[in-house]
């Protein structure tokens, strides 16, 4: 999907509309919600595995899949439009890959740290599932201390979204999204790199 239809996806109301229709069980509802934004997720899906090592055994069909089946359990928040929704939807991104990465990294714990590079929009140098690990442990130490920052790089990160859409989700200005990225980075740098 080009960034021009992704954008148009976000910006859809139709998606708002049948989000509020699909959150109040309307099956038809449902299932036009997913061709509208099956593409906008899959994408997503290739986003957050590109980050991950090569021979990741979980297929961004597999985690868009997954991602929608939580999404339908009715436990998520309310969304507010669609920008929210992809918002939600990159955190349970996360959240899958964090489950992933535990099991493959299962029995696998103990020994030093290792310090985990990180460039400027937080890729990794090399793809092991402790790295993400360590970027979960991280964003949940950096949630206690500064809830807006850790959504900001999960928004960015987890979920590929822009200034201007973290800001609506927020309701802060780009401006500060911007500051809080910074910071945030800065303060993931510190902690992942020692």
Known sequence: MGEEAAEQTLQDPEVTQLLAQFRSGDRDAESRLVSLVYAELRRMALLC?????????LQPTALV?????RLAKGNQPQWEDRVHFFAVAGRLMRQILVDYARRHHAGKRGGPRERIPLGENLIFSEHKPHQLLALDEALCRLAKQDD??????????FAGLNVDEMAEILQISP????????????????????
Do not use: Y
């Open 49 to 57: 595995l590109n980050r991950e090592r090569p021979d990741h055994t």
């Open 175 to 194: 401006r500060t999204v911007k500051r809080e990225w910074t910071m945030a980075r800065a303060w993931l740098h510190r902690e992942m790199t020692g």
């Open 65 to 69: 899949h997954e991602t929608f089946l």
């Open 148 to 157: 807006r920052q850790s959504r900001i790089v999960e928004m960015k990160f």
